[in-house]
């Protein structure tokens, strides 16, 4: 081979070799940052069957916010949140996601509300080069991703995941109350699914058959015939991947037949609305969780002033949702000043794969992401209705 083909090649596979990572690298957008503030957004259900959700958790978040702007903001940046209700439609959410991305320019998409609502809007974020951060849905779509489509890196979670935390509630439930034939009744989109995948996965590890597994619409308010059917079925423990209204209406059925069954929800039933609606209703149902709620009587230092301040800026109890809510806007501060003061798109993406462990007030376990993991923690923990409240049953479990 002459020297002038061999000097060529040479050009040319350097060329491709160039051209390679940059054809695997993630687009991340700078839109939304200037020199006085970051625009963030977020959808959350104010209106539809999930508002008790999307309101308080719209109020943590707002919460935050004014405290990190009032702290003097993210390097001198204030946070701009753009709000908009997604009714828990994901026609609706598909809708606020491109006019905040085209409109408002958002730089991160942060909590948004629902997994329906989320998976139909998701593509919208990723091609504009949008970060995903923190979504109020644990469905594994939200952190797993594929390295084939460079775009799905901007997704992160820093919840409990559902199948993972079904995974650890169940076995414990099955190890320590030695139950033998175990059901389901969960919700039929992504969130049931994934608590569906929860309870199959563990039962099959452990050599179980499901005595029933029974399913229901979203937005459904009559359980009449899944709670006979397992009842006929001889149910000893019932999984429920339900959320507030549908737990309350599975186990008031349970109570009107007479049926002394026990219940174990997943972690969206581990809200402080489902013992104060559900009453005696409710009473004695397990959950899985990922932190312990803090009661205004019993709550001590920065939580029980916390809880003070939500109190006086909303005129109404903080509860689950609105630390999740603030939680989210915390976490994005914190990797946001990790960034440091020149923050772009590529140095957010950055220091949320550091490595950095963000600690909240409420004893959570850390939130922690790297490279190829965008899932925050997998530890459980399991709680009880007793007396009204929610009270520790198990902590640091893993399947």
Same mark, same amino acid.
């Given at each position: 081979?002459?020297?002038?083909?061999?000097?060529?090649?040479?050009?040319?596979?350097?060329?491709?070799?160039?051209?390679?990572?940059?054809?695997?690298?993630?687009?991340?957008?700078?839109?939304?940052?200037?020199?006085?503030?970051?625009?963030?957004?977020?959808?959350?259900?104010?209106?539809?069957?999930?508002?008790?959700?999307?309101?308080?958790?719209?109020?943590?978040?707002?919460?935050?916010?004014?405290?990190?702007?009032?702290?003097?903001?993210?390097?001198?940046?204030?946070?701009?949140?753009?709000?908009?209700?997604?009714?828990?439609?994901?026609?609706?959410?598909?809708?606020?996601?491109?006019?905040?991305?085209?409109?408002?320019?958002?730089?991160?998409?942060?909590?948004?509300?629902?997994?329906?609502?989320?998976?139909?809007?998701?593509?919208?974020?990723?091609?504009?080069?949008?970060?995903?951060?923190?979504?109020?849905?644990?469905?594994?779509?939200?952190?797993?991703?594929?390295?084939?489509?460079?775009?799905?890196?901007?997704?992160?979670?820093?919840?409990?995941?559902?199948?993972?935390?079904?995974?650890?509630?169940?076995?414990?439930?099955?190890?320590?109350?030695?139950?033998?034939?175990?059901?389901?009744?969960?919700?039929?989109?992504?969130?049931?699914?994934?608590?569906?995948?929860?309870?199959?996965?563990?039962?099959?590890?452990?050599?179980?058959?499901?005595?029933?597994?029974?399913?229901?619409?979203?937005?459904?308010?009559?359980?009449?015939?899944?709670?006979?059917?397992?009842?006929?079925?001889?149910?000893?423990?019932?999984?429920?991947?339900?959320?507030?209204?549908?737990?309350?209406?599975?186990?008031?059925?349970?109570?009107?037949?007479?049926?002394?069954?026990?219940? +174990?929800?997943? *972690?969206? =039933?581990? @809200?402080?609305? &489902?013992?104060?609606?559900?009453?005696?209703? %409710?009473?004695?149902?397990?959950?899985?969780?990922?932190?312990?709620?803090?009661?205004?009587?019993?709550?001590?230092?920065?939580?029980?002033?916390?809880?003070?301040?939500?109190?006086?800026?909303?005129?109404?109890?903080?509860?689950?949702?609105?630390?999740?809510?603030?939680?989210?806007?915390?976490?994005?501060?914190?990797?946001?000043?990790?960034?440091?003061?020149?923050?772009?798109?590529?140095?957010?993406?950055?220091?949320?794969?550091?490595?950095?462990?963000?600690?909240?007030?409420?004893?959570?376990?850390?939130?922690?992401?790297?490279?190829?993991?965008? +899932?925050?923690? *997998?530890? =459980?923990? @399991?709680?009880? &209705?007793?007396?009204?409240?929610?009270?520790? %049953?198990?902590?640091?479990?893993?399947?």
């Amino acid at each position: 081979m002459s020297k002038s083909f061999k000097v060529l090649g040479l050009a040319v596979s350097a060329l491709a070799l160039t051209q390679l990572p940059a054809a695997a690298q993630t687009k991340v957008t700078d839109q939304g940052i200037s020199a006085s503030e970051i625009v963030i957004g977020t959808h959350q259900d104010l209106s539809g069957p999930i508002k008790v959700w999307g309101v308080p958790v719209s109020n943590g978040m707002k919460m935050a916010a004014e405290e990190i702007n009032a702290a003097g903001g993210i390097h001198g940046r204030k946070i701009k949140l753009i709000l908009e209700d997604s009714g828990y439609d994901p026609k609706r959410a598909v809708l606020a996601s491109q006019k905040m991305v085209e409109r408002d320019k958002v730089f991160a998409m942060v909590g948004p509300m629902g997994s329906p609502t989320v998976l139909a809007a998701q593509d919208i974020l990723f091609d504009a080069g949008v970060l995903q951060l923190f979504p109020l849905t644990a469905a594994e779509f939200t952190f797993k991703f594929d390295p084939a489509k460079p775009q799905e890196r901007l997704k992160f979670n820093n919840l409990l995941p559902y199948v993972e935390s079904t995974r650890a509630a169940v076995k414990y439930m099955m190890e320590t109350k030695n139950f033998k034939k175990p059901c389901i009744m969960h919700q039929d989109d992504e969130y049931g699914k994934n608590v569906l995948d929860g309870f199959t996965q563990q039962l099959t590890a452990m050599k179980v058959t499901p005595a029933s597994v029974t399913s229901y619409k979203r937005g459904a308010s009559d359980f009449s015939a899944q709670v006979a059917k397992m009842k006929a079925d001889g149910c000893d423990m019932v999984v429920l991947g339900t959320v507030i209204r549908e737990t309350i209406g599975a186990m008031g059925e349970a109570k009107k037949l007479g049926w002394d069954v026990t219940f +174990l929800g997943a *972690t969206p =039933t581990n @809200v402080l609305e &489902v013992p104060a609606l559900g009453k005696e209703a %409710v009473e004695g149902l397990y959950a899985a969780s990922g932190f312990e709620i803090p009661y205004e009587d019993t709550a001590k230092g920065k939580v029980k002033d916390w809880l003070a301040n939500y109190k006086k800026m909303f005129g109404s109890d903080a509860n689950t949702q609105a630390i999740i809510g603030y939680n989210a806007m915390m976490t994005f501060a914190f990797y946001a000043d990790k960034a440091g003061k020149d923050l772009t798109g590529q140095k957010m993406m950055d220091s949320l794969e550091s490595g950095e462990k963000f600690m909240d007030i409420f004893n959570s376990p850390p939130t922690k992401f790297s490279k190829t993991d965008h +899932l925050a923690n *997998t530890i =459980t923990q @399991v709680q009880q &209705v007793k007396n009204g409240r929610w009270v520790l %049953v198990k902590e640091g479990l893993m399947f």
